[in-house]
């Protein structure tokens, strides 16, 4: 290939500069949005795996009665500690302010083998570890607020064994005796390496959902940004021909001419991936930024990365030139699309049926494959994103047909005429936004579910949301609930403490178990309807209740006989008053379950997985759209480019600028609207999908404002990618537009 031909034939005239930096520019937002999204994927494992040991569960503490020996039906016997074991707890509700602490609680013999992941041996009763953003914490707070709940500080976890810079973490030592009080501790001898236990299939799936989702409208940039100035092209491709370049020639020429300016934007992307990786890193997941480090995904896959994005785009390249079939006169002619048929629904019904039939095995049949069910899922939303692509020109050629009939303007004419002739070069310039608007849909319906969890408001016969309650042990006097009463009361912010009674041992003539309250405590809970007795009962779900419930009269006269089961804190709603409240429950050292309050509903939600997502979700949104908008604005750049001539003859013949815009706006609107609400409404479903195939409890309710507001964002970037390219259409369509025969 003679260098003079090339450089000719790429950089023939100043224009070209201009084309050959967008496509580079293009390549390079693209490329570097790859590298962060895959390192942000391998940040994400990384991230799990350090933070596995945390769900670690371990085996029973206590032997069963064994069911085959009548001589054994007594109750169950504790397993004794060894040197290759240690007993553990795990505290589910240790929350500060609105953030969940993983506590761990320990005990071992002083001989023990076990090794705490980022500790070592286990700390001595009084002692805790804790992970540096903790100990911050702790530090910059007041001791009766957090730090008194752990003891004495003995140093700090190691970043290898937490999840991220931000992480929550605590260790504390504790005797024996302490943690088989209430049952719940657990033996340990290793800590397990699986981040994900039972739920590994469904968070994986999401998480390639999500990475698909936001990987196609790259794809989908970097294919509009390559085929930029494509008219222009094809008219030195023609000069080419006819001075004898064979087609083969100019294939090659294409496929260098773009291969250039990708590499160069791929070199670009990729400085560009390496300078932002710190700031991408800060984003927050699920709690914790991720270390900078785990975002690196090595040189030979950014290699790779660039390789394939280079050879890909030459290759499509060659290919639409050789498709094309450039002649020596072909610089004048129309290239003609062949009609869209029906036959292009059959990607989108195929994704749909391949995502509805793992939901319907394993949630109507109860049939679970797991092999199979991840991979249906995975496969049906990709093929549902390809569906959206291939199904939008069809759909816009029929209302196309329609707009034709009911055109009352030339501008109306002359965009329906384009559109119905070329829907899939019309369709292509809006089809990141489409993915854009069924992406969003998508993360909204997921993240919906987080928000049906949130704690009802405050009503008559509910536990006030302000209030925080805890179990007390089976062997907590009277005395020592009465003193830790007083205790909580001096401290600011918390003007009461109820105690809730109950009877030694239920009987089997007890008609269920019930909290029996003083008449004078029960406007401190929030009821208002006090039978006139001394005393009251409630159902034992009231503390957790999310319905009101009445109070009735006791059956006892008085609480001599009974004994203290809870003990109700109310405060000032002021996170300090809460957060001491928490502390002086904690540490009383009568509880068997720590404080909780009802506004940690959110935090101890079974949708904890949604809610860690949902930050993805808009940074999705953010994404998908930016993406789409430039992918609009190129694509409609382009249109003017690739039809400049026409323009230019309808302008020399007196069509206004005015009505030109209009026809560009229209070219742009029609085949949006034509599959926007196709878009939404196949989001919803498969999130719907998504989140019924993770848990069939979970509810699909109507998206945050976020989602309203990225729709409106998505609308005014479309209307500003229209507009911005309108300066060229006065530009280009100038008289000396039309000289060019």
Known sequence: MNPGLLKLAVVGSRSAYGRLAGIAGGVAVGVCLLLLLWGGANGLSARDDRGAWLRETGSPSVAAPRTDDPTSSGPATPVPLTEDTALMEANPVEVFRDQLINRRDVAALASTTVKIPGIGTPPEPGLYFASPALQRLIESTPGDELGNRFGTFAGTIDDAA???????????????????????????????????????????????????????????????????????????????????????????????????????????????????????????VNGTRLFAADMTIGWAATTAVVAVMVAATALVAARRTAAAGVGPLGATRAVHEKTPTAWRSVPLLA????????????????????????????????????????????????????????????????????????????????????????????????????????????QPGMLQPTSLYATLGAGAAPAQAAEAARQARELPGIPSATIGYGPAVLSDKDAGPEIYLRATDAPRLGFEDVPATATVAVDTSFLGSMQPLALTAAPAANLDDLVPVVIVLGTDGTPEAMDRARTALNVSGITAIPATSPLDLRLQSTGRLIQGLAVFAYLGMFVAIAIAGLSLAVATASAILDRKRILGLMRLMGMPVSVLRRIITREAAVPLLTVVLLSVGLGFLVAWLMVTFIDDTYQVTWPATDYFAALGLSLLLALGAVITPFTLVRAKTAVTATRFE
């Open 351 to 458: 994704g749909l049926a391949t995502m509805i039939t793992p939901v319907l095995m394993v949630r109507v049949l109860e049939v679970r494959l797991p092999w199979l069910e991840s991979p249906l899922l995975i496969l049906g939303f990709l093929l549902i994103l390809v569906g959206l692509v291939v199904i939008g020109p069809w759909l816009t050629h029929l209302v196309s047909r329609v707009g034709l009939r009911h055109a009352n303007s030339a501008a109306g004419v002359i965009a329906a005429s384009r559109i119905h002739k070329t829907p899939m070069a019309t369709f292509r310039s809006v089809s990141g936004l489409v993915i854009a608007v069924f992406v969003v849909s998508v993360f909204a319906g997921a993240s919906s579910v987080f928000e049906a969890t949130e704690a009802p408001p405050a």
């Open 162 to 284: 937490l999840p991220g810079p931000d992480s929550l973490v605590v260790v504390t030592g504790a005797t024996e005796t302490e943690l088989r009080q209430n049952g719940r501790a657990f033996l340990v001898s290793d800590f397990t390496t699986n981040p994900y236990g039972g739920s590994a299939p469904a968070y994986r799936t999401v998480l390639s959902v999500g990475a698909i989702a936001l990987f196609f409208p790259v794809l989908l940039l970097i294919s509009i940004v390559t085929s930029l100035g494509a008219a222009q092209r094809r008219e030195r491709f023609a000069t080419l021909r006819l001075i004898g370049a064979s087609p083969q020639i100019v294939s090659r020429i294409a496929a260098v001419e773009t291969a250039i300016p990708s590499l160069v934007g791929a070199a670009l992307g990729v400085a560009l991936a390496i300078i932002l990786r710190p700031v991408a890193a800060q984003i927050p």
